[in-house]
């Protein structure tokens, strides 16, 4: 069961990762054509908005897989003086938490999306629709909590240390 689980969410991860990675180039691209387009007097119309719901696509695009590989900050100056059963838990309430955290985002952006969408609130200089970023932020937080549930779930009932950092390399 746990297997099939981290099976589906890797995937979902990956998805995330990958609409995460669209974000990054989307926003190189823009800021390229931008600075090229300032150079020769034409700035990139609406380059702002579009930069700014790109960075929404990569910075939470890459939230789960941040989670996944181990990747967020983490200050270890007394962990090795502390007993394995102690920093198991504090692993299994980490990750917990975190899940409860991006849990409250999704649920936040998506009372905030339902608001956009029944009062069409858009992007400033272009008008992008906001509500599909909030969506896709809401996408996002659902994919990171359950991964973090997951990885809870996992060093609950397995043997198998946290991932780490340093094991990353």
């Known amino acids: 069961m746990l297997k099939t689980l981290d099976m589906w969410a890797g995937r979902l991860t ?12 989307a926003e190189v691209v823009v800021i ?12 990139l119309r609406g380059a702002q ?12 695009g890459g939230m789960a897989l941040c989670d996944r590989r181990g990747g967020h900050i983490a200050v270890d100056l007394f962990e090795k003086s502390m007993p394995v059963w ?13 899940a409860a955290i ?3 985002i999704a649920w936040t952006m998506l009372e905030s999306a339902a608001l956009s969408r029944m009062l069409n609130l858009a992007t400033n200089i272009i008008q992008l629709p906001k509500v599909w970023f909030q969506y896709a932020v809401v ?6 909590a359950l991964g ?12 198998a240390p946290p991932p780490r950092p340093e094991d990353a390399h």
């Open 49 to 60: 908005d579009i930069s700014t719901m790109a960075m929404v696509l990569l910075v939470f």
């Open 148 to 159: 973090m549930f997951l990885r809870a779930i996992t060093l609950i009932f397995t043997d």
């Open 86 to 98: 102690l920093r198991r838990t504090g692993d299994v309430l980490s990750a917990l938490l975190g």
């Open 139 to 144: 996408f996002f937080s659902i994919v990171t």
């Open 102 to 104: 991006f849990g409250g």
């Open 14 to 25: 990956g998805l995330a990762a990958l609409i995460g990675t669209v974000g990054l180039i």
């Open 32 to 43: 390229l054509v931008d600075v090229v387009g300032r150079y020769y007097g034409s700035p």
